[in-house]
């Protein structure tokens, strides 16, 4: 099945911008969708953003503006550019993929913490 690793978590300042990238690997049928997820303690797992493979994309309304998600088809790889960050967008961010037989796979998370 697929894997993913994502990578690029950290502490930033309130203001502040950080990257993350997911990577999948072990890919036997090609990848559909592929977004971002996150979850602060206590509180659901919600969605960030999602792309499609032609590049359509979709986004939560707390980040739209701010974020910007995007894919390199080529590379199986997802991103996820975080400007603007608040404190609120505190969270353990997680890659999801789903290949073309409606499969999903999840990554492990990667913290994001944001200090005002």
């Known amino acids: 099945q697929v894997q993913l690793v994502e990578s690029g978590g950290g502490l930033v300042e309130a203001g502040g911008s950080l990257g993350l990238s997911c990577a999948a690997s072990?890919?036997?049928?090609?990848?559909?969708?592929m977004g971002w997820y996150r979850q602060a303690p206590g509180e659901q797992r919600d969605m960030v953003a999602n792309?499609?493979?032609?590049?359509?994309?979709n986004y939560a309304d707390s980040v739209k503006g701010r974020f910007t998600i995007s894919r390199d088809n080529a590379k199986n790889t997802v991103y996820l550019l975080m400007n603007n960050l608040k404190p609120e967008d505190t969270a353990v961010y997680y890659c999801?993929?789903?290949?073309?037989?409606?499969?999903?796979?999840w990554g492990r998370g990667t913290q994001v913490t944001v200090s005002s």
């Open positions: 999801a993929a789903r290949d073309v037989l409606g499969r999903n796979a």
């Open positions: 792309i499609s493979p032609d590049g359509t994309t």
């Open positions: 072990r890919v036997i049928f090609s990848i559909d969708a």
